[in-house]
């Protein structure tokens, strides 16, 4: 049955993102340990790039250690672009994965066969923070709000169609009142949700804020895999879930609006936001 838009849409406020709440300080004798594990799951035949690009970013903005899963034919892609990243097969067993620091990332081309519709029922079991993406949210669309237990912290990541599909609508309802879409999202997935697109909106449920930063140029496959490894490495070390989900999405798109500068936005691709992220986090110096 389709979702209506139920809930009063609240007026989003507009977020400043150079007074958000950030990263603390690194200590002297911090190790790679220190900052968290991301766990990129993702990656089916033919779509290694979006995993490759999740971890990527994963590591610019800050943590510790990066690993994914993916098909064995996708590991190629990882290992030209981010040898740092450890790689494994689809995991059979998710279990030993439920442990301090980790972050999930679920969803960058992982495809909607029985083997991601498996790996994800196994990844939103877990206890540890998630972040929910692309095909990640298509399943979920399919299985509903049940498939998630009470308990972890999660982001997802819609965009409008997929938003569209999260909530039983069609996209152009979505568009019409973005605000309602991500507040009733939120509510009914008990999550943050965060529904991209220009000036991107951001909700818990009770609150609802707006990203102003950003550029069209930014319309172009990879970046919403880029904002995932984000907001997981925020998660990764540390930073409160809210916190995490405002700042991500401000230096996920302020690094886009460097990258335009420098290059235009008809040329703007995914990996550029990633080349532009420490310079956006250089912007925000006073609390990275």
Known sequence: MAETNTHKSLSPIKLDWQSLPGLPAR?????????????????ASGMGGASALCA??????????????????????????????L???WPGTLSSWSRPGVVIAIGPGMGQGLGAQTLLEEAVALSVPQVLDADALNLLAIRGPGLLAAGPVRLLTP???????????????VQADRPAAVLNLARRYRAICILKGHQTLISDGERVRQCELGNPGMASGGTGDVLTGI??????QQLAPW??????VCLHARAGDLAAERLGQTSLM???????????????????
């Open 159 to 173: 965009h409008p169609g997929e938003a569209a599909r999260l909530l039983g609508l069609d996209t152009r309802s």
């Open 243 to 248: 916190d995490a989900a405002c700042l991500g």
């Open 27 to 43: 200590a002297p004798d911090s190790h790679k340990g220190s900052h968290g594990h991301v766990l990129v799951l993702g990656g």
């Open 56 to 85: 990527w970013a994963a590591y610019r903005a800050g943590a510790g250690l990066v690993s994914v899963g993916c098909h064995p034919d996708s590991r190629m892609h990882l290992a030209a672009w981010v040898p740092e990243a």
């Open 270 to 288: 995914a990996r550029d936001l990633i080349e532009f992220l420490p310079t956006a986090f250089k912007d925000y110096a006073p609390h990275d």
């Open 231 to 236: 907001l997981a490495a925020l998660l990764a």
């Open 87 to 89: 790689s494994l097969d």
